[in-house]
């Protein structure tokens, strides 16, 4: 018996559809969204420029109906240390089982993450949200020096480390004086 080749449908990406029908379909869809589609998202992006990319595929392993996914974009974050956006590459992926309650998913291998079905349309966008959220690093940070801003506070220090040197040396006040005697 001949394995069914998926039906990859490519562009326009959906936001919701019926997830077991897709299953039946064995679809896949691959494509972009927006990053203006991710409500909860955007609390965290500097700006909504751009799109993540996703593949979905719909299918069956093991004799579950599941959905897995990949998904990737650079998204513009805010540096925790200087507060200046700083563009984060963000990758995942996610295989959930589609189950119809609760006591199902006590059945699954241990490769899948059970999603309860609920109603006849679910959110595609809600799944990647979820996982690009999973993805964001927790706390975002340049690599190296920050756009100048750790330099002018590394310069700070050490002059404040040297100053501290000069008033604790004990000899501190006779330079001074012999400074004096010397102008």
Same mark, same amino acid.
């Given at each position: 018996?001949?394995?069914?080749?998926?039906?990859?449908?490519?562009?326009?990406?959906?936001?919701?559809?019926?997830?077991?029908?897709?299953?039946?379909?064995?679809?896949?869809? /691959?494509?972009?969204?927006? !990053?203006? #589609?991710?409500? $909860?998202?955007?609390?965290? @992006? =500097?700006?909504?420029?751009?799109?993540?990319?996703?593949?979905?595929?719909?299918?069956?392993?093991?004799?579950?109906?599941?959905?897995?996914?990949? /998904?990737?974009?650079?998204? !513009?974050? #805010?540096?925790? $240390?200087?507060?200046?956006? @700083? =563009?984060?590459?963000?990758?995942?992926?996610?295989?959930?089982?589609?189950?119809?309650?609760?006591?199902?998913?006590?059945?699954?291998?241990?490769?899948?993450?059970?999603?309860? !079905?609920?109603?006849?349309?679910?959110?595609?966008?809600? @799944?990647?949200?979820?996982?690009?959220?999973?993805?964001?690093?927790?706390?975002?940070?340049?690599?190296?020096?920050?756009?100048?801003?750790?330099?002018?506070?590394?310069?700070?220090?050490?002059?404040?480390?040297?100053?501290?040197?000069?008033?604790?040396?004990?000899?501190?006040?006779?330079?001074?004086?012999?400074?004096?005697?010397?102008?």
């Amino acid at each position: 018996m001949q394995t069914p080749v998926p039906a990859t449908l490519s562009g326009e990406m959906p936001e919701t559809v019926n997830f077991k029908r897709q299953v039946e379909l064995n679809r896949v869809y /691959v494509g972009d969204y927006p !990053l203006v #589609k991710f409500g $909860r998202l955007k609390d965290v @992006l =500097e700006n909504t420029d751009g799109h993540v990319t996703a593949s979905i595929e719909f299918g069956r392993s093991v004799g579950f109906a599941c959905v897995k996914a990949k /998904v990737s974009g650079r998204l !513009l974050l #805010k540096c925790q $240390r200087c507060l200046e956006p @700083l =563009e984060t590459e963000v990758l995942g992926s996610f295989k959930f089982a589609l189950v119809r309650s609760e006591d199902e998913h006590e059945l699954l291998p241990a490769e899948f993450e059970p999603y309860l !079905l609920e109603g006849e349309e679910q959110s595609i966008i809600d @799944l990647i949200e979820d996982e690009l959220i999973l993805c964001l690093p927790m706390v975002t940070l340049h690599e190296d020096a920050c756009s100048g801003y750790m330099e002018k506070q590394n310069k700070k220090v050490k002059a404040a480390i040297e100053a501290e040197k000069e008033s604790s040396n004990p000899f501190a006040a006779l330079k001074s004086l012999k400074d004096d005697l010397s102008s």
